[in-house]
């Protein structure tokens, strides 16, 4: 079945360590997001990319690293320095970039302890 | 300003019963799409409707429909015949921006719906 995978569903890290949340996608969709959600809020852009080997910063890159070397790929790096990483993480998927409905994967639960 | 307002923490609905989920925009956009997803417990966000801001007529899939008011700016979600399994999180989100690029999409703060037996 066509869909978003990620891993993975829940993640804890010791502070100043670095972290990588996958996601990958079946749909052959060109575009890829990343989004943290934080409790009584809504969904805040990380990173985007729209096409293999681009990508551009959202809202609240500050803290995060991301690649996308393969189409159906796109890790997205938590580093050391973002300075509130306890969130949860969502990686979302579109036809084209921008223009279409984003679909969902599970989510990624990160705890810094 | 605010780009999604969502001015429900939370709803209660009787089981069978339908209700009526708030949503209201802003943009200066004259193209522009509003969207629902669905957050259960488990976190996954599902996509349940959309609406592009030139659609003359209202969005429907099965038992959610979109009740788009264009001159007052909201794009509120009705759920007919509520179920259990709609006790959920509820967003909306607006995609704004010029075609040929990256539109980007705001979402609300959500409304919890908790569906009472």
């Known amino acids: 079945d066509g869909g978003i995978t990620q891993s993975p569903k829940y993640l804890f890290r010791k502070e100043g360590q670095n972290v990588t949340l996958s996601c990958e996608q079946n749909?052959?969709?060109?575009?890829m997001y990343w989004y943290r959600q934080d409790p009584g809020q809504g969904l805040r852009l990380i990173y985007y990319?729209?096409?293999?080997?681009?990508?551009q910063k959202g809202d609240i890159a500050e803290g995060y690293s991301v690649s996308r070397e393969k189409k159906e790929s796109f890790p997205l790096t938590v580093t050391s320095a973002q300075k509130n990483p306890t969130a949860f993480y969502l990686c979302a998927s579109s036809r084209r970039g921008g223009l279409d409905t984003q679909y969902f994967g599970p989510g990624t639960r990160l705890t810094v302890l | 300003a605010q780009k999604i307002t969502q001015t429900q923490p939370g709803m209660f609905v009787q089981e069978k019963e339908a209700v009526t989920l708030d949503c209201t925009y802003d943009t200066s956009d004259q193209s522009y799409g509003l969207f629902w997803y669905k957050q259960p417990s488990s976190g996954e966000m599902i996509f349940l409707i959309y609406?592009?801001?030139?659609?003359?007529q209202n969005a429907t899939e099965g038992r959610y429909s979109l009740n788009f008011q264009k001159a007052r700016k909201s794009a509120n979600l009705v759920i007919s015949a509520s179920q259990l399994g709609d006790s959920a999180m509820y967003f909306c989100a607006m995609r704004e921006g010029h075609s040929g690029g990256y539109q980007k999409v705001t979402f609300g703060t959500g409304t919890k719906l908790q569906v009472i037996p």
């Open positions: 609406q592009g801001s030139y659609d003359e």
């Open positions: 749909l052959n969709h060109d575009a």
């Open positions: 990319s729209q096409i293999v080997n681009d990508f």
